[in-house]
C-alpha cells in the first residue's frame, strides 16, 4: 500500500501573496496590480533603483511567522526512494502466469536483523516472504566539499 506523500508547505513569498488584495478603482472598477510583483508592474529594475543587482526589498522577514522553513531531513531521502520503487520502477515477477508486485519495505534494524539471521522475512502473520525488497541506510556522511561559512577575507564583488 503506498503511503501518503508529505504536504509541501507554503514558501514566504507564497504565504504573503495570499494575503494581499489589489487595489479595485472604485469608479472604473479596475485594478492597478501588485507594484512589489514583477510580473505586473517593472517600472524599475533593482539596478536602477539603488546600484545594486541584490534588491532587498524582496526578502521575507520570518518575524512572527508560525511557518517553519523547508528542510530536507532523512527520512524524506528514505521515502523518496521508496516512491522511486513503488511508482517509477513498479518490481513484479511472473508466477503461474500471474503479474505479482514485488513488496517493498523499509529495513529498520530489528527487521534487518532478523531478516539476515533466519534468511527470510516474516510478515505479521508469519507468513515468509518471497520474493520482497528491503532496503535500509546504512551510513551518512557530511560533504566537506561544500560549504556554508563565508571567509571575512575574501573581497565580495
Do not use: C
Request: proline letters at 8%.
Amino acid at each position: 500500500m503506498p503511503q501518503s506523500r508529505k504536504p509541501v508547505p507554503k514558501s514566504q513569498k507564497e504565504i504573503s501573496r495570499s494575503q494581499q488584495d489589489p487595489y479595485v478603482n472604485p469608479e472604473t472598477g479596475n485594478t492597478r496590480g501588485n507594484p512589489n510583483e514583477p510580473d505586473n508592474f517593472t517600472q524599475f529594475t533593482p539596478t536602477e533603483q539603488n546600484g545594486l543587482d541584490h534588491n532587498r526589498s524582496n526578502e521575507m522577514s520570518f518575524k512572527g511567522d508560525t511557518t517553519k522553513p523547508f528542510t530536507i531531513g532523512l527520512q524524506d531521502i528514505d521515502e523518496s526512494i521508496m516512491y522511486y520503487f513503488q511508482n517509477v520502477i513498479r518490481p513484479f515477477v511472473i508466477q503461474n502466469g500471474k503479474r505479482i508486485a514485488v513488496p517493498i519495505i523499509y529495513g529498520a534494524p530489528e527487521r534487518w536483523k532478523s531478516a539476515q539471521r533466519d534468511g527470510y522475512y516474516k510478515d505479521k502473520k508469519g507468513k515468509i516472504m518471497s520474493p520482497i525488497i528491503m532496503f535500509k541506510r546504512d551510513s551518512f556522511e557530511k560533504d566537506r566539499s561544500v560549504g556554508n561559512k563565508l571567509d571575512n577575507n575574501s573581497r565580495i564583488k
